[in-house]
């Protein structure tokens, strides 16, 4: 079984900086291609960032390239976003998400096979 838990959210102010972590268990963690997303009320869940297994690949949206990195530990079996730079549009429910089929990074939220729960980030004006 495969188990997804964030962590790292919370309230800062625009123009701070949050780290949101997510411990991933199951037979194959390394080798999973991960994602992050986010959503708010009322919105389709959207890409924010993903990687591939070994983080050789690596996709940002536009609206947080430059300001978020992704980046995981095999050996810890964790994926993390490192978030700069926070805007108020950046607030929203954050999800990580697992691709267990070994493939490059994806996109959109159909193809990922597990998630977590979400943690909450308000970024304050």
């Known amino acids: 079984q495969v188990q997804l838990v964030e962590s790292g959210g919370g309230l800062v102010q625009a123009g701070g900086s949050l780290r949101l972590s997510c411990a991933v268990s199951g037979r194959t963690p390394s080798t999973y291609s991960m994602g992050w997303f986010r959503q708010t009320p009322g919105k389709e869940r959207e890409i924010v960032a993903a990687i591939t297994v070994s983080g050789s690949n690596i996709y940002y949206a536009d609206s947080v390239r430059g300001r978020f990195t992704i980046f995981r530990d095999n050996a810890k079996n964790t994926v993390y976003l490192q978030m700069n730079s926070l805007k108020s549009e950046d607030t929203a429910v954050y999800y990580c998400?697992?691709?267990?089929?070994?493939?490059?990074?994806?996109?959109?939220?159909?193809?990922?096979?597990?998630w977590g729960q979400g943690t909450q980030v308000t970024v304050s004006s």
């Open positions: 998400a697992a691709d267990v089929l070994n493939r490059a990074y994806r996109t959109r939220p159909t193809e990922y096979h597990y």
